[in-house]
């Protein structure tokens, strides 16, 4: 019989025992002892805000701290599991347990996005690891494809639906007619969106998780602030009718891709995508990535993008790739040069815009003088009688393929027409090979 390698015992500091926590906390507790590589793991120390707060796993009064200092500072400890959230003070915690010798694992995409330069050198420099799976696309296998598996491609773009929340909401939208504001509300009863929803609302969520796939993907730094963010609030459930007598749908898209001429553009917004493609099929709190290399074409990954249990597996699955390489030199990353950051001006799009005009002859002709004064043909237009009464009517224009500063000028020109009551909405159509 051949006989089985004996794995170390490792201690396990948690920061952090809520949601996530104590899923992963749960797995290592149920799993200790069996015949299952989590056994060998045992958590030492776990931080909290609150003692008195019940939660779904009893770890002991002996474990539960609120001394952080307890799990990353304690000797017993070898692999601190960070899933606080937040920027700070996970940044402190992880990077005084990364100089302290102890592996890191982290779902905080927040930390991972603003940080995550500054951490993973901190890392390097302590000769230990920092895991991060979980903080993009929950349980799905991501990061450790871009880092390990798909090392040899030259990525040409990574496009995602990877907030959950918003996927809900627009799906919902997009299936029942309904309004952004009572879907938000129904998300929030069911516990799918924060009471203060902003973070995955306007895009912020998105941000930070598109720029943790752009550092691996093209080996490049994207700060927030180079990063296009918009939300859905501006969306109505009135586009979801016109996009699909347009055959499209719209989804809440994160994309970094590379421009040969103009460099390296990430983007968050609310995109009309086609129904034939397979991104218009990810309903609900489903999350998905499509990833372009050289040399493997085409990837699709989706699953579940949050979520106690899958998050905990995505943890759980950096922890024992530890475990399974404990003592073992630490690979070096080979560097390589930045990419330039492209500008949102520059971007080129199809453009599906929505107005509200006064119903009467030659409106349309105004609009199109404006977009043809800024060399932005019209690709087709839709036009619906809304308010007889008022003699109003509903135009939605799609345009040719254009680039954004010319469009967002034109925008501003056509606001300014008398016959156009309002610009209701202005939407990016998401550019597919065909
Ligand atoms: P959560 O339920 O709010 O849990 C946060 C935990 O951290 C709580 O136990 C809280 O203590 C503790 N904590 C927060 N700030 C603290 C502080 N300053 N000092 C001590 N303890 C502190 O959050 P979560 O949903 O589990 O998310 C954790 C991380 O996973 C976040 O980075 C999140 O983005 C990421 N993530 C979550 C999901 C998901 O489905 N929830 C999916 C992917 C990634 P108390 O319990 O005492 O308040």
């Known amino acids: 019989m051949a006989s089985q390698a004996r794995i170390e015992p490792v201690g396990i500091g948690m920061l952090g025992l809520g949601v996530v926590g104590s899923a992963v906390a749960r797995t290592i507790v149920e799993r200790h002892g069996e015949q299952d590589p989590a056994a060998s793991l045992s958590i030492k120390s776990a931080l909290v805000r609150d ?40 940044f402190d915690y992880i990077s005084s347990a990364l100089r302290a010798g102890k592996h890191v694992v982290t779902a905080n995409k927040e930390v991972m996005c603003k940080r995550g330069a500054e951490l993973l050198s901190i890392a390097a420099e302590n000769d230990v690891q920092l895991l991060y799976e979980a903080s993009v696309g929950g349980g799905i296998p991501i990061i450790g494809p871009l880092v390990n598996d798909l090392t040899a491609n030259k990525i040409q773009g990574v496009r995602a639906i990877i907030n959950g929340t918003t996927n809900f909401i627009l799906t919902k939208m997009a299936h029942e007619g309904a309004d952004f504001n009572d879907v938000l509300s129904e998300a929030q009863s069911l516990g799918y969106a924060e009471t203060d929803p902003t973070a995955d609302v306007d895009g912020f969520d998105a941000l930070y998780k598109i720029s943790v796939l752009a550092r691996l993907a093209f080996h490049t730094e994207v700060p927030i602030e180079a990063i296009y963010r918009e939300g859905i609030r501006e969306v109505h459930a009135k586009d979801f009718r016109y996009a699909s007598e347009l055959g499209f749908t719209i989804k809440l898209l994160a994309v970094a891709q590379i421009n040969k001429d103009l460099g390296l553009l990430a983007r968050v917004h609310p995109a009309l995508i086609p129904i034939d493609v397979p991104m218009a099929t990810v309903n609900g709190v489903l999350n998905a990535v499509e990833i372009e290399g050289d040399l493997v074409g085409s990837l699709w990954f989706q699953g579940p993008g949050a979520g106690p249990n899958p998050t905990a597996s995505a943890v759980m699955g950096d922890v024992l790739r530890i475990v399974n390489y404990w003592g073992a030199p630490i690979a070096r990353r080979v560097e390589q040069p930045q990419l330039a950051l492209a500008q949102m001006d520059d971007h080129v799009c199809q453009y599906y815009i929505r107005l509200t005009a006064a119903d009467e002859p030659g409106v349309l002709a105004k609009i199109a003088s404006v977009l043809g004064d800024a060399e932005i043909s019209i690709n087709s237009v839709l036009q619906k009688d809304t ?44 550019t597919y090979a065909s």
């Open 387 to 430: 308010d007889a009464e008022r003699r109003q009517a509903d135009l939605v224009i799609m345009t040719h393929p254009a680039i954004e500063a010319s469009i967002q000028q034109a925008v501003s020109s056509i606001k300014k027409i008398e016959t156009v009551v309002r610009l209701d909405s202005l939407l990016r159509v998401e």
């Open 51 to 90: 003692l008195e707060r019940k939660r779904p796993v009893e770890l002991g009064p002996s474990i539960v701290t609120l001394d952080p200092k307890s799990v990353i500072a304690n000797p017993e400890v070898g692999i601190v599991i960070e899933l606080m959230g937040g920027e700070n003070p996970a």
